[in-house]
C-alpha cells in the first residue's frame, strides 16, 4: 500500500551514484514509493553513472518497452591494458605499452565497431546461460565462450586524446569518447575490442550513461534529492514522470475518439492507424487519458499492454 504523500504510479528517472548496483537503486525506490512494484530498464554496473529508468506500479509494464530504445554513454577507454572484467575494478591481465598508438590507427579501429556489428558481450555480464548468470560462471571459474550479438553501434565519438603511466609503468592512452548505440550493446566490450584490434589491449575507466530514449540526465534525480522529495522537511512525494507522459515521450502517438476508446477499453480490436510503426505506438482517449500500447499488425491494432478496461 502506498503512503501518504507519495506520487502516482509513473516513471522515475534516477542519475545513479557509482558504487551502488541497479537492484540497489530499485530497492531503494520500493522504499520511497511504499510498494514493491518497482523496476528498472537496462542495468547499469556498479561502476556506472548516470540515467537508470524506474517503473513504478503501472508504469513497470512499459518497462520491457523503453529497453529497446538507443542509449547514450559518456566513456573513458584506456588503451594498454587488459582486465578480467574489461573494466577498472577486474584484475590487469596484460599490459602493452600504448604510447605509439596513433589518432589514425584510433580512428580505422573506431569505424570497425561502428554500425550494425557482431559483439560478443563481456563474461561478467548479467546475461543468462542455461538459466545461470555469465558473471556468477566466472567467479565459479568456469570455462566458457559466450557467442556474438548483433548490435548497432550509431556513433562512436573520441573527443579527447590523453597519455598517462599505468601503476605498473605501462604507457597508455585514455579516450574521452561518447557512444550512441541500440539497447544490448556493451560498451565494456567496444573499449575491449578497440584495445585488441590496436594490439594493445583495452579496457574501460569511466562510464556515464546520458541518455536513455527520450528521458535525459538533465531531467533525471539523485537519490539523496528524491528522499529528499519523499522525507524532507518541504516534503511533496516522491518525483515520478505520470504514466501517461512517460508513454508519450518514448513512443508514438495514436489519439482515439470517444467510440474507439470505448470498444478498446472492452478488449475489441481496432484497425491500425496507419503509422507505419515498427513496435508499440501509444494510445490514448480524447480526455488525454493513457489506455494502451499497441502495434500495428496485419492491419490491426494489437494490444501490447493495456492499462484501461
Not at 563481456?122 to 548468470?133: P, W
Not at 559466450?146 to 562512436?156: D, K, Q
Not at 528522499?227 to 512525494?237: L, R, W
Amino acid at each position: 500500500m502506498k503512503r501518504k504523500g507519495t506520487g502516482p504510479d509513473g516513471l522515475v528517472i534516477v542519475d545513479k551514484p557509482e558504487g551502488i548496483t541497479s537492484h540497489g537503486v530499485v530497492a531503494k525506490l520500493r522504499w520511497l514509493a511504499g510498494t514493491r512494484k518497482v523496476g528498472h530498464a537496462g542495468t547499469l554496473d556498479p561502476m556506472a553513472t548516470g540515467v537508470l529508468v524506474i517503473g513504478v506500479e503501472r508504469a513497470t509494464r512499459l518497462l520491457g518497452h523503453l529497453m529497446l530504445t538507443a542509449k547514450t554513454y559518456e566513456a573513458t577507454v584506456r588503451l594498454g591494458q587488459t582486465t578480467v572484467t574489461d573494466d577498472r575494478e577486474g584484475e590487469v591481465t596484460s599490459s602493452t605499452a600504448a604510447d605509439g598508438v596513433t589518432r589514425e590507427a584510433v580512428e580505422a579501429g573506431i569505424a570497425l565497431l561502428t554500425g550494425e556489428i557482431m559483439q560478443v558481450p563481456s563474461k561478467v555480464s548479467a546475461i543468462k546461460i542455461d538459466g545461470k548468470r555469465s558473471y556468477a560462471r566466472v567467479r565459479e571459474g568456469e570455462d566458457f565462450e559466450l557467442a556474438a550479438r548483433p548490435t548497432t553501434v550509431h556513433s562512436f565519438t573520441v573527443h579527447e586524446y590523453r597519455t598517462a603511466v599505468a601503476e605498473d609503468g605501462t604507457p597508455v592512452l585514455d579516450l574521452d569518447v561518447t557512444v550512441e548505440c541500440s539497447s544490448g550493446t556493451y560498451i565494456r566490450a567496444l573499449a575491449r575490442d578497440l584495445g585488441a584490434g590496436l594490439g594493445v589491449g583495452g579496457h574501460l575507466t569511466a562510464l556515464r550513461r546520458t541518455r536513455v530514449g527520450p528521458y535525459g540526465v538533465e531531467s533525471a534525480r539523485t537519490l539523496e534529492q528524491l528522499e529528499e522529495s519523499v522525507h524532507g522537511e518541504a516534503a511533496t512525494g516522491l518525483d515520478v514522470l505520470p504514466i501517461g507522459a512517460a508513454a508519450a515521450a518514448a513512443f508514438p502517438r495514436w489519439d482515439l475518439d470517444a467510440e474507439q476508446a470505448k470498444l478498446l477499453s472492452h478488449g475489441a480490436r481496432l484497425k491500425a492507424p496507419g503509422l507505419g510503426v515498427d513496435g508499440p505506438i501509444a494510445v490514448f482517449g480524447p480526455d488525454d487519458r493513457f489506455l494502451a500500447l499497441v502495434e500495428e499488425k496485419g492491419g490491426q491494432a494489437k494490444p501490447v499492454a493495456v492499462f484501461v478496461g
